[in-house]
């Protein structure tokens, strides 16, 4: 097994008044040759936005994008005409392809919003560009993981041009929960939304992160209430 550990405390970090932005990778100003990207996974933004702000129209192309709002909401438009708001619970995904410009502003005027932007390396790339969106219930994130993004017919979930599966779980302390390699060539990055967890025999707080790979199965232990976002993600060659 292999494994990277990503302290909250160590991510890039810019301050532009209206945004707070907290970069797991390199990113914009901030660059770490050791953390230009987690496999197939490029960008982990942890962004905080004030009211009425946000970021005006901008181009983006063959590159999958992930929003997950953590708290507030978020206002989303496109040149294809489609506008849209993402709120708690919610998950958008993008996929850029041949390109596309879009803009995301906070949706109140006066409270705060948080929001997770991923961005991951595509499958194939000049995919015509797509969008979707969907609100998971989560009362099926307690003390399990909810699979939100995911290349499976099967699964209730949205996907991407990529072969990666998103999970959002929420535990109680004194839960265990084993996570596995999906498949041979599959990595997994976890980032702690909030609480304290051990995992291969590492003790992560709230923003920490850790990524494995080359690992079968490896059991996450709940030290305190815990929320968490799994990556299972093509590591690439």
Do not use: C
């Not at 999906?182 to 990524?211: C, M, N, Q, W």
């Amino acid at each position: 097994m292999e494994k990277i550990i990503h302290r909250a405390d160590s991510r890039g970090y810019a301050n532009h008044d209206w945004l707070k932005s907290h970069h797991s990778f390199s990113f914009a100003n901030y660059y770490d040759p050791n953390r230009i990207h987690f496999g197939a996974l490029r960008v982990l933004n942890d962004d905080f936005i004030k009211g009425g702000m946000g970021f005006g129209a901008h181009p983006h192309d063959n590159m999958e994008i992930v929003s997950i709002i953590l708290d507030g909401g978020m206002e989303h438009r496109d040149n294809t005409g489609r506008q849209a708001v993402i709120r708690r619970n919610d998950v958008q995904v993008m996929s850029a392809g041949t390109g596309i410009m879009h803009s995301e502003f906070n949706a109140s005027k006066t409270e705060d919003a948080n929001m997770l932007q991923i961005w991951v390396f595509p499958k194939e790339r000049n995919v015509t560009p797509r969008y979707d969106q969907r609100t998971f219930d989560p009362t099926a994130r307690e003390n399990a993981l909810q699979v939100v993004i995911s290349p499976d017919a099967a699964d209730d979930a949205l996907h991407l041009n990529q072969d990666a599966w998103f999970s959002l779980g929420k535990f109680d302390a004194g839960q265990q929960i084993d996570i596995s390699s999906k498949v041979p060539g599959i990595g997994s990055y976890l980032f702690l939304i909030s609480g304290e967890i051990k995992v291969a025999d590492e003790i992560l707080h709230t923003r920490d992160a850790i990524g494995l790979s080359d690992y079968n199965k490896i059991t996450v232990d709940i030290l305190k209430p815990a929320e968490f976002l799994l990556i299972d993600i093509p590591m690439l060659n």
